[in-house]
């Protein structure tokens, strides 16, 4: 098992930026991969970036390609995402996953295995 817990959501004006953390714990975080998603209201999730842990692979939606970056830290088994010049439309819930095979920016979410709670990003105009 793999439990996720991201944190760093909040509000902040189109421009801003933020930095998401998924902490995770259980089994070792090596073998997998790492993404984040995110669900905005009335929409379906959708794939923003993810990393291959070993490897250090990463993939974009080309929406958040040159905005956002996401990045990992092993000793602290720890994945970020730094999210710069945000829109309004980067308002989500982002949530952070992991999977044992690589996710690719058309992954469908029913396929990642673990799931954190979420976290509310709101960007005002």
């Known amino acids: 098992q793999v439990q996720l817990v991201e944190s760093g959501g909040g509000l902040v004006q189109a421009g801003g930026s933020l930095r998401l953390s998924c902490a995770a714990s259980g089994r070792t975080f090596m073998s997998y991969a790492i993404a984040w998603f995110r669900q905005a209201p009335g929409k379906e999730r959708e794939f923003v970036a993810a990393?291959?842990?070993?490897?250090?692979?990463?993939y974009y939606a080309d929406s958040v390609k040159g905005r956002f970056t996401i990045s990992g830290d092993n000793a602290k088994n720890t994945v970020y995402l730094q999210m710069n010049s945000l829109k309004p439309e980067d308002t989500a819930v982002y949530y952070c996953?992991?999977?044992?095979?690589?996710?690719?920016?058309?992954?469908?979410?029913?396929?990642?295995?673990?799931w954190g709670q979420g976290t509310q990003v709101i960007v005002s105009s």
């Open positions: 996953a992991a999977n044992q095979r690589v996710v690719r920016p058309w992954t469908p979410p029913s396929s990642l295995e673990y």
């Open positions: 990393i291959r842990w070993s490897g250090g692979s990463t």
